[in-house]
């Protein structure tokens, strides 16, 4: 099961408007399915070049490692080599700060990833949480436990 166009193209709107909303600098969404394949990216006008990458790099490493961006940081902080290794594999596709976050549905199926950048990360973080929320399904940040 993967997450579909429609659903998709809420969490990008929601997250664009979430950012808006709250006064957040321009952001960059991506939504990658279980694979890690994009289904839908949306880049407000002001983000930098750079951000699209960067939102798909949030997104790729919680689906890539299986853990959310908090395990993924006490992971680096913890073995800073190991970071480096999987980063230089993965072609940089792996950020250890908050942003990307698992798409799963109300029985926990993954669906896949959001990935949110633009501003402070915490509220990249929170623009992809409304966007999730919007489109019905469950965010899951690492935050929660």
Do not use: Y
């Not at 983000?47 to 997104?59: C, E, N």
Request: hydrophobic residues 50%; charged residues 15%.
């Amino acid at each position: 099961m993967s997450i579909s166009l429609a659903q998709a193209q809420t969490i990008v709107t929601a997250a664009l408007a979430h950012g808006t909303e709250q006064g957040f600098n321009p952001l960059t969404v991506a939504v990658l399915d279980p694979g890690g394949a994009i289904v839908a990216l949306a880049r407000q006008d002001g983000s930098g070049f750079l951000r699209p990458d960067l939102a798909v790099a949030k997104a790729s490493g919680v689906l890539a490692l299986g853990m959310t961006n908090r395990a993924i940081a006490a992971r680096a902080a913890d073995s800073p080599e190991f970071f480096t290794s999987v980063a230089a594999l993965a072609g940089g596709k792996i950020l250890s700060v908050p942003g990307g976050v698992f798409v799963r549905d109300a029985d926990g199926t993954l669906l896949g990833a959001v990935g949110v950048t633009g501003d402070a990360s915490l509220n990249d973080e929170a623009a992809a949480v409304a966007g999730i929320a919007a489109a019905g399904l469950v965010a899951v940040t690492g935050a929660e436990s």
